[in-house]
């Protein structure tokens, strides 16, 4: 079980601005790979908080410490990583094949996972649904500690986020670089997602993209959403005539990777309780 209380940390001040993983480079001694190893450990704390995020900015007078333990890290699951965690809420980064909560007989989704961790740690919290992957859909996610913070998040969510963007590859060479898909979505009967470019009753949706590298086979996409409707990067990019790879339900059957190929890779928002600047980005996990 993961206790902080039983690390020994030495503790370093910080007197310029910089990012973590730059100043424990010039701080520490050993390789990078050992000192990314640490930070993956959760064996780093800022201002009393585990932090993992490599690039989390660093600003004078903050405080570091560092574990000397060499088991940091004993939560482990094949379903998730935790990314950061304060005492308001906790950011992960899901895997693919898992919900985000519980659905229909289905007991396999992230919320049961965190609030088995908090049991485990003794925290007196339990994870509250804020925004939602779908299944075979990974990325970043922030799920609250409390209520009053979850209802801040569910309720000012998109003043509080000022930046969410997603990679795919699509099937196929997308000619253009750069472009904006508007539309309304809409389920028909049987829950499939449709579009149409004139108001039908559903949802309007807009979704901003840009290549960041292509063959002539798969296009890596980069996709910024500018809101959040249900399938709507998978709708879209259907509507573009270059699906997302792997997606059974919206797909052509390209499927090179043996994955939905959609990943939450960025997420900035702004803290629900202290307003500071939150910026995590993970590795993209898709190579064409």
């Not at 585990?50 to 939560?75: A, C, E, H, I, R």
């Not at 379903?79 to 809420?89: K, R």
């Not at 292509?214 to 890596?220: D, K, P, S, V």
């Not at 259907?238 to 792997?246: I, R, Y």
Request: some cysteine; charged content about 30%.
């Amino acid at each position: 079980m993961y206790n902080p209380k039983l690390k020994e940390y030495k503790t370093y001040n910080v007197e310029t601005e910089k990012p973590l993983l730059e100043f424990l480079l010039e701080t520490l001694s050993g390789s990078r790979n050992k000192i990314k190893d640490i930070l993956k450990g959760r064996g780093i704390q800022i201002n009393g908080r585990t932090v993992t995020q490599y690039d989390y900015p660093l600003t004078p007078g903050m405080k570091v410490k560092v574990s000397n333990s060499k088991k940091n890290d004993v939560f482990k699951s094949r379903w998730l990583d935790i990314v950061y965690e304060d005492q308001y809420l906790i950011v992960i980064e899901k895997k693919t094949g898992i919900l985000s909560m519980a659905a229909g007989h289905s007991t396999l989704n992230v919320k049961t996972v965190l609030d088995d961790y908090f049991r485990k740690t003794r925290q007196k919290c339990r994870a509250h649904v804020v925004h939602r992957l779908d299944r075979d859909t990974s990325g970043l996610m922030v799920y609250a500690k409390d209520i009053d913070t979850e209802q801040i998040l569910e309720h000012e969510w998109h003043d509080i986020v000022y930046d969410r963007r997603y990679v795919a590859v699509l099937s196929g060479e997308v000619v253009e670089d750069d472009g904006t898909i508007e539309s309304w979505l809409k389920d028909n009967k049987a829950y499939i997602t449709y579009s149409s470019s004139e108001d039908n009753g559903g949802k309007h949706a807009i979704t901003h993209f840009h290549v960041l590298k292509r063959t002539t086979e798969h296009t890596l996409m980069e996709f910024r959403l500018e809101t959040g409707r249900k399938n709507q990067i998978r709708v879209h990019a259907a509507e573009m005539g270059h699906p997302v790879c792997g997606d059974v339900k919206y797909g052509n059957g390209d499927d090179p990777m043996h994955r939905l190929c959609l990943h939450a890779y960025m997420l900035c928002f702004y803290h629900p309780i202290t307003n500071k600047p939150l910026e995590f980005k993970t590795t993209i996990p898709f190579k064409i």
